[in-house]
């Protein structure tokens, strides 16, 4: 499922804060089959109902919820084949569109299938595209993208024939999964440590990253390439910004859709593995073809000591902190929120580059296997990365920093947090829930031995409200806030655990 798609637009002024009225909170019942180890997908809302998917070994389901989330139906999806790899969703307000790929013998077929808010199918399944491969090994081929206003939808895949040559296959759909176009390209990467970005498709159906070049595994971006394939059009418009003598970390691509613009930042260093500096912004117009504003935004000392975990200098202050999101403003600004995670673990020291560019790094290559995805399996926390031996995790701080049209910082803050679990990460972190007059986070706090969800919220002009633990808590249940989903302008749908159960919350704010 790829990875958790939430579109967060501009800030819309409203009349009241979220904590102006109670919240109500409405818990799933724990079937007797959702184990913790269960797969899942919240796709949404969906009609009057909440969808959610469910896949225990080779049982899949969608579970129907009425707005109280009591159960209305359990679906099976005995349409699906055993060997499935893979599911992808497209949610619009009255149906969605499930995209599966699936093994058979040599061939990995993806379908498409679309249903109804009652869990019926609609239309389908519908053949898309097969790929032949090679062996047994990691055959998840496809990944399903979409844009903002999900009149585009786009499922890829990316044949790495040695270390510097790729091959791209888009095949482009409208909003009733219409086939528009189809496109074959290759890419050669400058050199053979080259990352990729995110990949996004625009509110015009391009298609869009950035290729990213570094002298070695464990360096930083010394050049980035802006890449650019028009929906109609089987060519990549590529199109190099210069970093002068810096270099940058991890970097994050995101569509200004009502500008049209695409907004490029990463965190940066003056010199190759030194200390974090700053952070750098690239706007990139559309329309005029070239970077209108670019940005090597410092961190004051002030700033570096306020965002500081406790066991690092303020020199060492944004070493180990990621880019989680990057929320676009009306105006042409934008708001960044970067976390700050590292684990500890015996024997083993911290690397951040082993979690830098994680969605693109993490599936092996064979000789029998050159296809490569650079989404991983499913939405859900059981199948990730991120479980260890005697691994410590932590998740700390959010850095908040908000630019102008010009990529020039207005404000920043901290929004303060600490956050630790052994061998897994599912409980940490933070979730972004936009409430109309601000940008609000949600987490867990430890109180008293035990995790309760609490929220911290932003304001435009950059001011930090703190709110109380969240009424109404049932303490038998541990919210999962990074893995819940906003389904309406003021309602929240997120993963919690019940003893050794996985169910679900409904919050409305």
């Given at each position: 499922?790829g990875?958790?798609?939430?579109i ?11 904590w ?13 089959d ?11 809302k969906?009609?009057s ?13 969608l ?7 009591k159960?209305?139906d359990?679906?099976n ?8 790899i ?7 307000p009255d149906f969605?569109?499930m ?7 040599n061939?990995?077929y993806c379908?498409?299938v ?14 898309i ?15 399903t993208?979409?844009?903002e ?11 790495k ?19 528009r ?11 053979k ?7 996004i ?21 010394s050049?980035?390439d802006?890449?650019?394939?028009p929906a109609?059009?089987?060519t ?11 270099f ?24 190759r593995?030194g200390?974090?500096e ?6 990139w ?6 970077v209108?504003a ?5 961190f004051?000392d ?13 020199k060492?202050a ?11 403003k ?8 970067a976390e ?6 015996r024997?083993n ?11 693109y ?15 991983g399996?499913y ?16 998740s700390?701080n ?26 897994s ?11 109309g007059?601000?940008i ?12 309760l969800l ?5 304001t435009?002009?950059g ?5 109380p633990t969240l ?20 309602q ?6 019940y ?11």
């Amino acid at each position: 499922m790829g990875r958790n798609k939430i579109i967060i637009s501009a800030f819309v002024m409203l009349a009241l804060p979220i904590w102006a009225l109670a919240q109500r909170i409405h818990y799933s019942d724990p079937g007797r089959d959702d184990y913790r180890q269960v797969n899942f997908e919240i796709i949404g809302k969906v009609g009057s109902n909440i969808v959610i998917y469910k896949n225990y070994r080779s049982k899949n389901d969608l579970s129907i919820f009425d707005g109280e989330m009591k159960l209305k139906d359990k679906i099976n999806l005995d349409f699906l084949p055993d060997k499935l790899i893979n599911v992808d969703f497209v949610p619009y307000p009255d149906f969605f569109y499930m995209i599966y790929q699936y093994q058979k013998r040599n061939i990995v077929y993806c379908n498409v299938v679309k249903m109804d808010a009652a869990g019926q199918k609609l239309i389908g399944p519908v053949e898309i595209d097969t790929t032949q491969i090679g062996g047994t090994s990691d055959n998840k081929i496809y990944s399903t993208i979409y844009s903002e206003d999900k009149q585009h939808i786009m499922v890829f895949k990316i044949n790495k024939r040695n270390e510097r040559n790729y091959f791209f296959t888009t095949l482009l759909y409208n909003d009733k999964m219409e086939f528009r176009k189809k496109s074959r390209l290759p890419v050669t990467m400058p050199r053979k440590d080259a990352v990729f970005s995110d990949f996004i498709v625009d509110n015009e159906g391009d298609f869009v990253f950035t290729r990213c070049s570094r002298n070695g595994s464990r360096d930083n971006i010394s050049q980035m390439d802006l890449m650019i394939k028009p929906a109609m059009l089987d060519t990549f418009r590529i199109n190099n910004i210069p970093l002068t003598d810096n270099f940058l970390d991890e970097v994050k691509i995101k569509a200004d859709n009502i500008n049209k613009n695409y907004l490029i930042s990463s965190l940066y260093y003056k010199q190759r593995r030194g200390n974090v500096e700053g952070i750098y912004i690239a706007v990139w117009d559309k329309t005029e073809n070239r970077v209108k504003a670019e940005n090597y935004n410092i961190f004051n000392d002030e700033l570096k000591e306020d965002a500081r975990s406790e066991n690092t200098s303020a020199k060492t202050a944004f070493n180990d902190y990621f880019i989680r999101q990057v929320l676009p403003k009306k105006d042409g600004g934008f708001l960044i929120a970067a976390e700050l995670f590292f684990t500890s673990s015996r024997g083993n020291n911290w690397n951040r580059y082993d979690y830098l560019y994680s969605p693109y790094s993490m599936y092996p290559y064979s000789s029998y296997n050159s296809y490569w995805s650079p989404y991983g399996m499913y939405g859900n926390p059981w199948n990730r990365w991120n479980y260890g031996s005697s691994t410590r995790y932590y998740s700390e701080n959010i850095a908040l920093f908000s630019f102008d049209p010009n990529a020039s910082m207005e404000w920043s803050n901290i929004l303060h947090k600490s956050q630790f679990d052994d061998n897994s990460s599912d409980a940490l972190s933070y979730m972004v829930y936009n409430t109309g007059s601000e940008i609000s986070f949600l987490y867990n706090q430890l109180e008293r031995r035990v995790r309760l969800l609490s929220e911290q919220s932003v304001t435009p002009n950059g001011a930090v409200n703190r709110s109380p633990t969240l009424k109404n808590l049932n303490k038998d249940f541990e919210f999962l806030p990074k893995y819940g989903k906003q389904v309406g302008a003021r309602q929240v749908v997120m993963p919690c655990m019940y003893r050794n159960y996985i169910c679900f919350a409904k919050i409305d704010f």
